[in-house]
Protein backbone atom coordinates (compact mmCIF):
# COMPACT_ATOMS: atom_id res chain seq x y z
CA UNK A 1 0.00 0.00 0.00
CA UNK A 2 1.11 3.49 -0.39
CA UNK A 3 0.64 5.97 2.02
CA UNK A 4 2.27 10.40 2.12
CA UNK A 5 3.24 11.82 5.13
CA UNK A 6 2.91 15.56 5.58
CA UNK A 7 4.10 16.55 9.00
CA UNK A 8 3.54 20.37 9.30
CA UNK A 9 -0.28 21.01 9.13
CA UNK A 10 0.64 24.47 9.67
CA UNK A 11 3.78 26.63 8.31
CA UNK A 12 3.90 30.44 9.05
CA UNK A 13 7.13 32.13 6.77
CA UNK A 14 8.16 35.76 6.46
CA UNK A 15 7.44 37.01 2.93
CA UNK A 16 10.76 36.95 0.57
CA UNK A 17 12.17 33.99 2.52
CA UNK A 18 12.55 30.48 0.90
CA UNK A 19 10.57 27.25 2.66
CA UNK A 20 10.97 23.83 2.60
CA UNK A 21 7.68 21.66 3.42
CA UNK A 22 8.23 18.12 4.47
CA UNK A 23 6.75 14.96 2.72
CA UNK A 24 7.98 11.58 3.03
CA UNK A 25 6.60 8.44 1.58
CA UNK A 26 5.99 4.69 1.74
CA UNK A 27 5.14 2.31 -1.49
CA UNK A 28 6.47 -1.24 -2.25
CA UNK A 29 6.11 0.16 -6.16
CA UNK A 30 9.82 0.50 -7.71
CA UNK A 31 9.01 2.90 -10.26
CA UNK A 32 6.15 6.04 -8.98
CA UNK A 33 5.84 9.57 -9.92
CA UNK A 34 5.92 11.84 -6.77
CA UNK A 35 4.03 15.62 -7.01
CA UNK A 36 3.36 18.84 -5.13
CA UNK A 37 0.01 20.43 -5.81
CA UNK A 38 -1.16 23.93 -4.47
CA UNK A 39 -4.78 24.55 -3.26
CA UNK A 40 -5.53 28.57 -2.37
CA UNK A 41 -8.83 29.37 -0.78
CA UNK A 42 -10.63 29.13 -4.27
CA UNK A 43 -10.45 24.84 -3.73
CA UNK A 44 -9.05 24.74 -7.11
CA UNK A 45 -5.62 22.19 -7.27
CA UNK A 46 -3.05 23.92 -8.90
CA UNK A 47 -0.07 21.35 -9.99
CA UNK A 48 3.41 22.84 -9.12
CA UNK A 49 6.17 19.85 -9.69
CA UNK A 50 6.33 16.62 -10.74
CA UNK A 51 9.77 13.88 -9.88
CA UNK A 52 10.02 10.40 -11.55
CA UNK A 53 11.44 7.45 -9.16
CA UNK A 54 14.25 7.20 -11.67
CA UNK A 55 14.82 10.79 -12.62
CA UNK A 56 18.70 11.13 -11.37
CA UNK A 57 18.40 14.96 -10.60
CA UNK A 58 16.48 17.10 -7.87
CA UNK A 59 13.01 18.87 -10.66
CA UNK A 60 12.26 22.06 -10.44
CA UNK A 61 10.41 24.31 -11.68
CA UNK A 62 11.03 28.31 -11.59
CA UNK A 63 10.87 28.78 -7.73
CA UNK A 64 9.84 25.32 -7.26
CA UNK A 65 12.47 22.62 -6.52
CA UNK A 66 11.95 19.05 -5.39
CA UNK A 67 14.55 17.59 -2.75
CA UNK A 68 14.19 14.21 -3.50
CA UNK A 69 15.99 11.46 -1.44
CA UNK A 70 14.84 8.11 -2.47
CA UNK A 71 16.54 6.39 0.13
CA UNK A 72 15.11 8.03 2.65
CA UNK A 73 11.77 8.07 0.86
CA UNK A 74 11.48 11.68 1.12
CA UNK A 75 10.41 14.40 -1.20
CA UNK A 76 10.24 17.87 0.45
CA UNK A 77 9.49 20.86 -1.54
CA UNK A 78 11.49 23.92 -1.00
CA UNK A 79 9.86 27.11 -1.96
CA UNK A 80 12.76 30.21 -3.01
CA UNK A 81 11.71 33.81 -2.42
CA UNK A 82 8.13 33.40 -1.10
CA UNK A 83 5.53 35.47 -2.24
CA UNK A 84 2.38 36.66 -0.18
CA UNK A 85 0.11 34.63 -3.17
CA UNK A 86 2.54 31.38 -2.05
CA UNK A 87 0.18 31.20 1.06
CA UNK A 88 -1.81 28.47 0.59
CA UNK A 89 -2.70 24.56 1.52
CA UNK A 90 0.12 22.37 -0.34
CA UNK A 91 -0.25 18.78 -0.64
CA UNK A 92 2.38 16.12 -1.42
CA UNK A 93 0.94 13.32 -3.60
CA UNK A 94 2.28 10.10 -5.33
CA UNK A 95 1.52 7.38 -8.02
CA UNK A 96 2.88 4.59 -9.35
CA UNK A 97 3.48 3.79 -12.77
CA UNK A 98 1.28 0.48 -12.33
CA UNK A 99 -1.53 2.46 -11.67
CA UNK A 100 -0.81 5.85 -12.97
CA UNK A 101 -4.01 7.77 -12.71
CA UNK A 102 -4.62 7.06 -8.80
CA UNK A 103 -3.19 9.27 -7.19
CA UNK A 104 -2.50 9.12 -3.34
CA UNK A 105 -2.18 12.44 -1.20
CA UNK A 106 -0.70 13.86 1.84
CA UNK A 107 -3.14 15.58 4.39
CA UNK A 108 -1.67 19.19 3.14
CA UNK A 109 0.43 21.68 5.26
CA UNK A 110 -0.91 25.03 5.41
CA UNK A 111 1.44 27.85 4.75
CA UNK A 112 0.97 31.03 5.67
CA UNK A 113 3.26 34.02 4.43
CA UNK A 114 3.53 37.16 6.46
CA UNK A 115 4.10 40.60 4.86
CA UNK B 1 -6.51 27.04 -24.08
CA UNK B 2 -9.73 26.51 -21.64
CA UNK B 3 -8.91 24.66 -18.25
CA UNK B 4 -10.92 22.09 -16.74
CA UNK B 5 -14.66 23.35 -15.70
CA UNK B 6 -17.16 22.12 -13.28
CA UNK B 7 -21.31 21.96 -12.71
CA UNK B 8 -22.60 22.90 -10.89
CA UNK B 9 -20.12 24.68 -8.33
CA UNK B 10 -22.31 23.97 -5.14
CA UNK B 11 -25.25 21.93 -4.57
CA UNK B 12 -27.49 21.23 -1.64
CA UNK B 13 -29.75 17.86 -1.53
CA UNK B 14 -31.23 16.25 0.85
CA UNK B 15 -30.53 12.57 2.41
CA UNK B 16 -31.76 10.01 0.52
CA UNK B 17 -31.29 12.14 -2.89
CA UNK B 18 -28.97 11.58 -5.47
CA UNK B 19 -27.05 14.29 -7.63
CA UNK B 20 -25.02 13.87 -10.57
CA UNK B 21 -21.97 15.78 -10.95
CA UNK B 22 -20.31 17.14 -14.72
CA UNK B 23 -16.83 17.70 -15.89
CA UNK B 24 -15.56 18.68 -19.11
CA UNK B 25 -11.97 17.91 -19.68
CA UNK B 26 -8.75 20.00 -21.49
CA UNK B 27 -9.36 19.82 -25.08
CA UNK B 28 -7.16 16.97 -26.02
CA UNK B 29 -7.03 15.16 -22.90
CA UNK B 30 -8.82 11.73 -22.57
CA UNK B 31 -8.33 10.75 -19.38
CA UNK B 32 -10.67 12.19 -16.27
CA UNK B 33 -10.33 11.22 -12.65
CA UNK B 34 -12.94 12.17 -9.74
CA UNK B 35 -11.71 13.02 -6.17
CA UNK B 36 -13.87 13.55 -3.27
CA UNK B 37 -12.28 16.25 -0.72
CA UNK B 38 -13.46 16.37 2.84
CA UNK B 39 -11.85 17.87 6.28
CA UNK B 40 -11.63 14.42 7.98
CA UNK B 41 -10.12 11.88 4.78
CA UNK B 42 -8.53 14.30 2.84
CA UNK B 43 -8.13 13.75 -0.53
CA UNK B 44 -9.56 10.14 -1.87
CA UNK B 45 -9.53 8.95 -5.10
CA UNK B 46 -13.16 7.59 -6.39
CA UNK B 47 -12.64 6.55 -10.53
CA UNK B 48 -10.82 7.35 -13.59
CA UNK B 49 -12.14 6.95 -16.94
CA UNK B 50 -10.31 7.02 -20.03
CA UNK B 51 -12.20 6.56 -23.47
CA UNK B 52 -15.69 6.33 -22.26
CA UNK B 53 -14.02 3.16 -19.81
CA UNK B 54 -13.55 3.11 -16.29
CA UNK B 55 -9.95 2.42 -15.81
CA UNK B 56 -8.76 2.49 -12.60
CA UNK B 57 -11.54 2.68 -9.17
CA UNK B 58 -10.43 3.65 -5.74
CA UNK B 59 -12.55 2.15 -2.26
CA UNK B 60 -15.95 3.79 -2.35
CA UNK B 61 -19.14 1.91 -2.17
CA UNK B 62 -21.03 1.16 -5.34
CA UNK B 63 -23.44 4.23 -4.65
CA UNK B 64 -20.51 6.23 -6.39
CA UNK B 65 -20.27 5.64 -10.26
CA UNK B 66 -19.49 7.39 -13.13
CA UNK B 67 -19.54 7.52 -16.88
CA UNK B 68 -17.43 9.10 -19.93
CA UNK B 69 -19.00 10.17 -23.03
CA UNK B 70 -17.31 10.37 -26.61
CA UNK B 71 -16.27 14.04 -26.30
CA UNK B 72 -14.62 12.79 -23.11
CA UNK B 73 -16.83 14.72 -20.51
CA UNK B 74 -17.62 13.04 -17.65
CA UNK B 75 -20.20 13.17 -15.15
CA UNK B 76 -20.06 11.46 -11.72
CA UNK B 77 -23.65 10.27 -9.74
CA UNK B 78 -23.75 9.12 -6.25
CA UNK B 79 -27.18 7.87 -5.17
CA UNK B 80 -29.53 7.60 -1.92
CA UNK B 81 -27.13 10.77 -0.18
CA UNK B 82 -25.69 10.61 3.01
CA UNK B 83 -24.84 13.38 5.55
CA UNK B 84 -20.78 11.87 4.99
CA UNK B 85 -21.16 12.63 1.25
CA UNK B 86 -20.71 16.15 2.09
CA UNK B 87 -17.37 17.26 0.58
CA UNK B 88 -15.61 19.59 -2.37
CA UNK B 89 -15.41 16.30 -5.51
CA UNK B 90 -12.54 17.76 -7.89
CA UNK B 91 -12.32 16.57 -11.47
CA UNK B 92 -8.75 16.21 -12.45
CA UNK B 93 -8.03 15.80 -16.60
CA UNK B 94 -4.91 14.36 -18.38
CA UNK B 95 -3.31 13.36 -21.61
CA UNK B 96 -4.24 9.88 -20.32
CA UNK B 97 -0.95 7.89 -22.28
CA UNK B 98 1.20 5.34 -20.23
CA UNK B 99 3.66 7.83 -20.18
CA UNK B 100 5.63 8.05 -16.41
CA UNK B 101 4.37 11.23 -16.13
CA UNK B 102 0.86 11.88 -14.84
CA UNK B 103 -0.07 15.37 -14.69
CA UNK B 104 -3.49 16.05 -13.88
CA UNK B 105 -4.96 19.42 -14.12
CA UNK B 106 -7.82 19.77 -11.78
CA UNK B 107 -10.86 21.92 -11.97
CA UNK B 108 -12.51 24.31 -9.59
CA UNK B 109 -14.52 21.67 -7.66
CA UNK B 110 -18.03 21.26 -7.20
CA UNK B 111 -18.84 21.77 -3.49
CA UNK B 112 -21.89 19.51 -2.17
CA UNK B 113 -23.71 19.54 1.07
CA UNK B 114 -25.86 17.01 2.19
CA UNK B 115 -28.60 18.10 5.03
Known amino acids: AQKITQTQPGMFVQEKEAVTLDCTYD???????LFWYKQPSSGEMIFLIY??????QNATEGRYSLNFQKARKSANLVISASQLGDSAMYFCAMSPYSSASKIIFGSGTRLSIRP | KAGVTQTPRYLIKTRGQQVTLSCSPISGHRSVSWYQQTPGQGLQFLFE???????NKGNFPGRFSGRQFSNSRSEMNVSTLELGDSALYLC??????????????FGPGTRLTVT
Open chain 2, 92 to 105: ASSLGGLTNRYEQY
Open chain 1, 27 to 33: TSDPSYG
Open chain 2, 49 to 55: YFSETQR
Open chain 1, 51 to 56: QGSYDQ
